[in-house]
């Protein structure tokens, strides 16, 4: 080798000059990587700052709505009772009929009601004229005003056990209190019955009220009279209004009890069906979201995290007014704002952050 480049010596020549060519080349990058490295953190956040995604809302008018789910009852519905001991002497209607105010439902055996009646009438006829026969004496001073007395006393006590005679053959026949439906029937012919015992109900469904429970938080909002949208488990829809609220809350829920008046003039069987209120309570401001942006802040309220002018996180609590597959609907914030929508589970409120706006979808 080394013989070969004594007889060769450009050989060398060429070695040293490629190195020094290599050299010089390696000096060049190395000025031009310390040329650039004061331009390079140009699009670079400021040290120490988080950087987060921003999209910017605007507030929208909606209409405040509450739903909650509610009871169908009847307008009215009583229990027909007994009020004597009796047999069941007739059927007067049969269960499932209409039937008008005051109309014959069932009637009880009257027994010895009759003679009782007609015994408590003649005692009054008879104690009244003793009364008057004693009047007269009396303008003659020949009986005493004691006496009269007595006589007039007599008489009161057999008009009150006229009264009674009476209000016992009445009660032989059981009437309806309104005009509604006989719905239910807990007695056969010939059953004996006590004053207490059910005999039969009667239901009023030409009106319908909704019962639903209301929290404590919401019912401020609430105005009688209003109209309540009801909506059905089959998709069928009717108008309400809104005509009862509970003046205080239930002990165990905490909740005020409201009822929605509903007419029913087809006399719909919805009576014991559940039903969804729906209950607007004005308009407000309201922002629509991600459902996946609200978060929760370290006193458990629900609410979404924003930046402000100066790039610090705020946390802004929310009233959660609707939610559906498209998003949901919230009221609490301001009109505008720049809303986090990258990068908030990673910055606290009061942290100043680094953030890249967008526009609203």
Known sequence: MFALLRQRPWIIALLIALLLLAWLLSGERLVARDDAAPDSPSSAPPAGLARVAVEWLEAQPMQREQVVQGQIEAWRRVELRAQVSARVQRLDQDKGQRVAEGQLLLSLSPDERPAQLARSEAEVRQRASDVRAAEQLRQRSLISANELLRLQSELAKARAELDSARLQMQYTAVRAPFAGIYDQRMVELGDFVQPGQALLTLVDIDQLKVSAQIAQQQVGQLQLGQTV???????????????????????????????????????????????????????????????????????????VKWVDEQQRVVFSPVELLSVDSQGAWVSGLPQRLALITLGQGFVEPGQQVDSQPREAH
């Open 229 to 303: 949208r009801v909506v059905l488990l089959d998709g069928r829809e009717l108008s309400g209004e809104l005509h009862f609220i509970a003046a205080a809350a239930d002990p165990g829920s905490r909740s005020f009890r409201i009822e929605v008046k509903v007419a029913n003039p087809q006399g719909l069987r919805l009576a014991g069906a559940s039903a969804t209120l729906h209950i607007r309570t004005g308009e407000v401001p309201a922002h629509r979201l991600s459902p996946a942006l609200l978060s929760l802040d370290a006193a458990g309220r629900q609410g």
